[in-house]
């Protein structure tokens, strides 16, 4: 699949929204399922969310439902997450990861990250 990048992350106050970024490199990327994962400070990376290879699918981490969306743009090789009504909890670095199977939500089976972009929510 090759590289992740992602992009969009930074300061927001609380109630704001961010949409971030996962551009992929690669000819396969409609193969791929991308998951969104979180990692705060002193804490484990957690599952956010994750979209099906087709964009047909998909599914949530119960702390985000309702709040976040994400969405895929396979003739971009790029998935978005949509990021509304922001909390000072949802504070973290966000990485995008890739993987041939859906749908899956641990970390450690992941194929392919990003480095990750830090999103800051102020009370």
């Known amino acids: 699949q090759g590289q992740l990048v992602e992009s969009g992350g930074g300061l927001v106050q609380a109630g704001g929204s961010l949409r971030l970024s996962c551009a992929a490199s690669?000819?396969?990327?409609?193969?791929?399922?991308i998951n969104w994962f979180r990692q705060a400070a002193g804490k484990e990376r957690e599952f956010v969310a994750a979209?099906?290879?087709?964009?047909?699918?998909?599914i949530y981490a119960d702390s985000v439902k309702g709040r976040f969306t994400i969405d895929r743009d396979n003739a971009k090789n790029t998935v978005y997450l949509q990021m509304n009504s922001l909390k000072p909890e949802d504070t973290a670095v966000y990485y995008c990861a890739a993987v041939r199977t859906y749908p899956i939500v641990t970390a450690s089976v992941m194929e392919y990250w990003g480095k990750g972009t830090l999103v800051t929510v102020s009370s």
């Open positions: 690669g000819r396969t990327f409609s193969q791929y399922a």
């Open positions: 979209i099906r290879g087709s964009g047909g699918s998909k």
